[in-house]
T-cell receptor, first 112, second 115 residues
């Protein structure tokens, strides 16, 4: 089954810096979603971007989508220690049944 | 507040025990719920799709007799790990379908440890 690939697998930055995570996927999609997971917890929805959208913002988050390259990026600006978590992209494939296929995730550590 | 409640959050039990995990949608009806499994430092792998009033649909490689799913109402789906063994130890997470092009709601997960 299709699965997204995030890179980098791990990212360590200082507070105040920006963090960029990338996601690639293989098949046509309806939308792509980014989620955050704190250690040992469930997933929290961050942003959903539809296949006909190219960029979306939410607070300090910016997501881009390039369907020609089958890739997306998540930018967190002015990072905080509280942003430390794992971030996953998930794709809702065209013609699918609401299944979400998750990427491998990026472990982000923001050092105070 | 949480819109999906998953219980229990943690289970530790002996090999051979069957364990039931509940997933409830709190403020909405969910005709479809999804069960995922997550190994340490890995991504979520879809195990099965739970359909209210009908049989669950299992992903390839997932034993339906091992992981019993019941979706008896529009707000409750249960996953029972039957005769659990140490290799079944994992983090199990449910998701309630919020509809296409909508944010999805996840439970807080269940950490299952089989001794």
């Amino acid at each position: 089954s299709q699965q997204g690939e995030e890179d980098p697998q791990a990212l360590s930055i200082q507070e105040g810096e920006n963090a960029t995570m990338n996601c690639s996927y293989k098949t046509s999609i309806n939308n792509l979603q980014w989620y955050r997971q704190n250690s040992g917890r469930g997933l929290v929805h961050l942003i959903l971007i539809r296949s006909n959208e190219r960029e979306k913002h939410s607070g300090r988050l910016r997501v881009t989508l390039d369907t020609s390259k089958k890739s997306s990026s998540l930018l967190i600006t002015a990072s905080r220690a509280a942003d430390t978590a794992s971030y996953f992209c998930a794709t809702d494939t065209q013609g699918g049944s609401e299944k979400l296929v998750f990427g491998k995730g990026t472990k982000l550590t923001v050092n105070p | 507040g949480a819109v999906v409640s998953q219980h229990p959050s943690r289970v530790i039990c002996k090999s051979g025990t069957s364990v039931k995990i509940e997933c409830r949608s709190l403020d909405f009806q969910a005709t479809t719920m999804f069960w995922y499994r997550q190994f340490p430092k890995q991504s979520l792998m879809l195990m099965a799709t739970s359909n209210e009033g009908s049989k669950a649909t299992y992903e390839q490689g997932v034993e339906k007799d091992k992981f019993l799913i019941n979706h008896a109402s529009l707000t409750l789906s249960t996953l029972t790990v039957t005769s659990a063994h140490p290799e079944d130890s994992s983090f199990y997470i449910c998701r309630a379908g919020g509809g296409r092009d909508q944010p999805q709601h996840f439970g807080d997960g269940t950490r299952l440890s089989i001794l």
